[in-house]
């Protein structure tokens, strides 16, 4: 296939002068979190969303072992079919639980959730309005849906109503998307605002809650969707909403209907690890501390999560910025377009319960030596 292999390598020559190529680096010994291997070599990282460090918890592991030797290594079919074990339901009432809502649904990622759920949701004739930050599966959820899609200047409350008034009255349903804690900028949302304005122009809230569960309270909204994967440790995503969206969603979310139900080891996991989130409060304490001092130390804005952004602006920057690091044996991802708006490429720094408060002092000093104030 010469065309084919032309055509693509063209396309990528454009993708590195652009400092847009990516490429994947394998680690190994993940064990030793937060240091990790790559070619022999150890680093100490700041680039995973384990926030509380719960990947690696004893308990953890414990859970998921025991139930691959009950259920075996994958689920088998989808849970419409004979993939749907109990570990299901037990997370899915520990989840509801800690959202405040009747019911929750897990899905096979976070990404499958957001698609899956917005796209069941709305359609055409309908109104999606979403925050200009939201993560990139909200966004293909919307368009996968056929609705009108409107974006808001990021958490921008005059803006999103400006929006409502404008747009509003011409469509049968509308649905705002925001997240709680966002990806790429570790800010929060102002959820009350935000809940505030869908009432007042009959719309619906959805928030994606990955970055914020163990670090602050998601409530309130009509549908709260999230990841397992993240501050849970495991893997998979979830929605947590009323019975009757629920239901609905059983019968009408594609990326659930046609994809394999998650392994039970995950699953069990995942509930493991949601438990000593509860049990173990301290564990997000000592993050939120590491990342007051990081942000304090390099005259950045108050760290409102474990997620510290150094925007740098240049793609190309960023990458010979996160390659300096590397050479000094710091692991962070440089993060470029279209992650971020262009112009916004960014060192991702994220803390994590199993980071030290002189590891935190090591990084502080390898990116003042990189100019980084
Ligand atoms: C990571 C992430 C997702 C996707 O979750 P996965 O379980 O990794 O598929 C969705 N939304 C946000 C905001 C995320 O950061």
Known sequence: MPALNAVVKERLEKAVSQGLKRQLN???????????????????????????????????????????????????????????????????????????????????????????????????GDLIIADKLVHACMIDGAHLSGAKLVRFAHNDMAHLESCLKQHRANYTNCLILTESVFSMDGDRAPLEAISALAHAHDSWLMVDDAHGIGFMETKGADIISGTLSKSLGSYGGYVAASNAVIDYLI??????????????????????????????????????????????????????????????????????????????????????????????ARLRITLTANHTAEQVRRLVNALQACGVK
């Not at 926030?51 to 918890?57: A, D, M, Q």
């Not at 998921?64 to 109990?86: E, F, K, M, Q, Y």
């Not at 390099?298 to 050479?327: F, T, Y």
């Open 26 to 124: 394998t680690v190994s010994h993940q064990w030793l979190d937060p240091v990790l291997e790559h070619n022999g070599k150890s680093y100490l990282q700041f680039s995973s969303n384990d926030y509380l460090g719960l990947r690696t918890h004893t308990d953890v592991l414990r859970a998921a072992a025991a139930a691959i030797d009950i259920h075996g290594a994958g689920a088998g079919a989808s849970r419409l079919v004979t993939g749907n074990h109990p570990a299901f339901a037990e997370l899915e009432a520990a989840l509801a639980a800690h959202k405040g809502t009747e019911a929750a649904l897990v899905f096979g990622s976070g990404y499958l959730a957001n698609i899956g759920t917005i796209s069941a949701l709305m359609g055409e």
């Open 251 to 344: 019968s009408h979310a594609r990326s659930f209907i046609f994809s394999t139900g998650l392994p039970a080891s995950a699953v069990t996991a995942a509930h493991e690890a949601l438990i000593i989130l509860k049990s173990e409060p301290e564990r997000a304490m000592h993050v939120m501390e590491l990342a007051e001092k990081l942000t304090g130390d390099l005259n950045l804005p108050k760290a409102q999560s474990p997620i510290i952004p150094v925007i740098i602006g240049d793609n190309q920057k960023a990458l010979e910025i996160a390659e300096r690091l590397r050479a000094e044996g710091i692991w962070i991802q440089a993060i470029r377009p279209p992650t971020v708006p262009p112009g916004t």
